[in-house]
């Protein structure tokens, strides 16, 4: 398997501004084929144009990573919060189309838990299948306007403390099957899968070729090959189903293992993490190689 | 191995009052040697000397579970949360005296993160050690009642969305080391280990004798045996440690998988889960037993 792989901009920086725009060549020379940007907000002050030029010069690839709150949340019962997720969405497709990019993934649905510190609550039976109706029909809105864009929409099941929404793959493709559009799929993420899943393999096989993008990220979110996950098998999965789309690393879990830190909250790099994001490239490429091998 | 297994009483019902100590005998006849029981409180108005008779008349061990909250928190730079937490923690040795139990596990630090409806947030250095500094205080100050009553503390790991104190094992014996109290050790949890660890065997290896409590929980907390978490490893480890404690288990996952579902919040049985239950405590038992067989 030859899939490009891709690491997410917050290894390196959040928020991504213009004077970021030299780490492309960086992150090129590290031998990454794309770089997945968050879809950069009106206060990041991007010029979309400089941002598409430093891609072309650097040739990096891009894939864009949507980012909801509980005022973009198509999964909201509030009306506002509803349109605020379908307005998004609809931005997004227009800054993929700007960038050059064919992929936006990420919760697309909304209604975070932790990260909007809002802890988990009790739904009855009428608020969860409001919650599925109301996801469907907004995906089902914005859907052609991806297609329009040339864009894939990819929605990424999150983990239970993450979200009340999609939280297993098989609940991706619940979503995604009610919708039944081309322009959307699904984006596995095997630190969420880890978490809930009965079989990570089983869960890449059961998505198909519904998967249109990928994160290959440990257990513990650091370097691919520190944790337990069993990446042989995965891309063995993602070899049978005969996955060819990008593959993005996000091992930024840091090395700090102080009692009291903020594990879950984004830190910056206090070390060069070259030589190590290097050594995760390589594992998941051979990984990637060794998928398509007999042996 | 031939170590004691018991299940949560949340598995059946929460809060337990004193119409449910009728479930003491069910819990018996499926084959569990304790009951981990949730430290009561106050308003749950449980008799507890009612329950240590109905524990006896079933043969029932105990096993209690400490519930922190912003309130009770040894680890709060807020003075009366710190406070709240000492005197939390003086009431849960009183409550496990008076029922018999010799353990009291949990995240004893406090701090909780996604359950208390608090998002993760940076801490600067010396929030981080002042954390430390007043856990291990706090914990200083009562291990010594602990050991009068005959009661062994174990402080458990949690998972970076559940809190920001102890979410490692390293970090745990960091904290049981420095307390340096024989009534303080460690309560390991496989739920949290699978998000948090490189290696659930290696985890458990290192904190060797301090292990006093355990929870075999799968990687998505359904019934042990319908996940990921290898138990022939797990319980090889726990072998090789020579842990003799309770192994606990807490599969409230429930067989419910809507789109939607708020998954991290408990939610009651909606079914009789018996075969279930019996089926994953013959797992377990069975990879104790194995664990300490040459083959």
Redesign the interface.
Known sequence: MNNPVGIISMQFVRPFLSKDLSLFSHIRELGFDFIELLVPEPEDQLNLHEVRQALADSGLGVVLAARVNMQRSI?SENAAACQGGIDYLRYCIDSAAQLGATIVGGPLYGEP???????????DDA??????EA?VSALRQVAPQAADGGVALALEPL????T?????V??GI??VDAVDHPALGLLLDTFHM???????PGAIRAAGSRIVHFQANE??R?FPG???VNWAEVMRALHDVDYRGPVSLEPFRRDD?????????W?APHEDESEKLRAGLALVKSSLTFAGVAG
Chains 1, 2 share one sequence.
């Open positions: 999964a838990l932790v990260f909007a510190g809002r802890a988990p609550t009790p739904a608020q969860i299948a409001r919650r599925l996801t983990n239970r403390f993450e009340d929404i999609v939280c297993s098989a609940q619940e979503v880890n978490m809930e899943e009965s079989s990570l257990n513990h650091g520190t944790g337990h293992w102080r009692v009291g830190l903020p594990i879950a909250h830190r």
